[in-house]
Nanobody
Framework: QLQLVESGGGLVQPGGSLRLSCVGS????????IGWFRQAPGKEREGVSI????????WYAASVRGRFTISRDNAKSTVYLQMDNLHLDDTAVYYC????????????????WGQGTQVTVSS
């Protein structure tokens, strides 16, 4: 069974950067699309970015397009989310997910989830 572990969250000032990592085990990650999602307090979980199995296609939510970059290193079973020019409303717990049959921004379409990593943007 696929297991996912996120890391790289933390406290950053507005305009700053963070890079999140998602390491997969228990399954060949290079066969899977991986998505990044986030959930802010009191809000529903939302899709942030998705990358297909070989990294040739990526998708972004409108709110992060141009600021976030998703990438993957299948030799390391790792997917990254580079977050630049962070805004206050990027504050959330960030999750990576796998096991979707399609590159969907709907969290309900993903079967496997990591435990999440907290990102706090504050001055």
């Amino acid at each position: 069974q696929l297991q996912l572990v996120e890391s790289g969250g933390g406290l950053v000032q507005p305009g700053g950067s963070l890079r999140l990592s998602c390491v997969g085990s228990g399954y060949n990650l290079d066969r899977l699309a991986i998505g990044w999602f986030r959930q802010a307090p009191g809000k529903e979980r939302e899709g942030v970015s998705i990358i297909n199995s070989d990294g040739s296609n990526t998708w972004y939510a409108a709110s992060v397009r141009g600021r976030f970059t998703i990438s993957r290193d299948n030799a390391k079973s790792t997917v990254y989310l580079q977050m630049d020019n962070l805004h206050l409303d990027d504050t959330a717990v960030y999750y990576c997910a796998g096991g979707s049959a399609m590159p969907s921004m709907n969290p309900d379409d993903w079967a496997f989830w990591g435990q999440g990593t907290q990102v706090t943007v504050s001055s």
